[in-house]
């Protein structure tokens, strides 16, 4: 069936393939293709947060000023 969107074809071993399935089976998802689209999509979502962690992080480390002194440069 003719689609607009991406295909990404996946190989993987015995495994990796049970452990998906029992997940989905876990997870009540109506198919294999479904539920490794979610995973990929909240590894995306954690990748995105330990990177805005780290930016954070750094800057924690930058001088900062009280509310006050941010009002007197005002």
Do not use: C
């Amino acid at each position: 069936m003719p689609t607009a969107k991406k295909r990404i074809n996946l190989t993987v071993d015995d495994s990796l393939w049970e452990e998906l399935q029992r997940l989905k089976t876990l997870r009540g998802v109506s198919s294999l293709a479904a539920m490794v689209l979610e995973l990929t999509k909240e590894a995306l979502e954690l990748q995105e947060d330990l990177y805005f962690a780290k930016i954070a992080e750094e800057r924690a480390g930058e001088a900062t000023l009280t509310h006050e002194q941010m009002w007197e440069e005002v």
